[in-house]
């Protein structure tokens, strides 16, 4: 058996690892914390939704267009006009977030990673 030791290699394995550590760390965290805190602070939301699959590495964050209240309430409205025979309401076509908001989460994800990735 031949063994062979290469000066630094605990080093270079040890230093691999780590950024190992906090890309899965980015991935299974930081995402879903930082679009968490953009719908808090940016969209100003008193509980955003956020799901998150750590093993995957996946976060998903819902943007309603009204609080979970005016939702429930029009939900109730609907089922009255659907009884009562009455013509549905027509929705509006515009988007729910304006391209600003879609920037400044794009931005604050960038900032993160720059943050949390790094040699």
Same mark, same amino acid.
């Not at 063994?3 to 040890?14: C, N, P, R, S, T």
């Not at 309603?64 to 005016?70: A, F």
């Not at 009255?80 to 977030?97: A, D, E, M, V």
């Given at each position: 058996?031949?063994? /062979?030791?290469?000066?630094?290699?605990?080093?270079?394995?040890?230093?691999?690892?780590?950024?190992?550590?906090?890309?899965?760390?980015?991935?299974?965290?930081?995402?879903?914390?930082?679009?968490?805190?953009?719908?808090?602070?940016?969209?100003? @939301?008193?509980?955003?939704?956020? /799901? @998150?699959?750590?093993?995957?590495?996946?976060?998903?964050?819902?943007? @309603?267009?009204?609080?979970?209240?005016?939702?429930?309430?029009?939900?109730?409205?609907?089922?009255?006009? @659907?009884?009562?025979?009455?013509?549905?309401?027509?929705?509006?076509?515009?988007?729910?977030?304006?391209?600003?908001?879609?920037?400044?989460?794009?931005?604050?994800?960038?900032?993160?990673?720059?943050?949390?990735?790094?040699?």
């Amino acid at each position: 058996m031949i063994e /062979m030791q290469v000066a630094g290699a605990q080093q270079l394995y040890d230093r691999v690892h780590q950024m190992y550590r906090r890309i899965q760390h980015f991935k299974a965290i930081d995402i879903g914390q930082t679009m968490s805190q953009w719908q808090t602070q940016d969209l100003h @939301r008193n509980r955003p939704f956020t /799901m @998150r699959w750590k093993r995957k590495g996946v976060a998903q964050t819902k943007v @309603r267009p009204h609080s979970l209240y005016e939702v429930k309430a029009s939900l109730a409205n609907e089922r009255y006009l @659907r009884r009562h025979r009455l013509p549905p309401r027509k929705w509006s076509t515009r988007p729910i977030l304006r391209a600003t908001m879609m920037e400044a989460l794009v931005n604050r994800l960038q900032e993160t990673m720059k943050r949390c990735i790094h040699w």
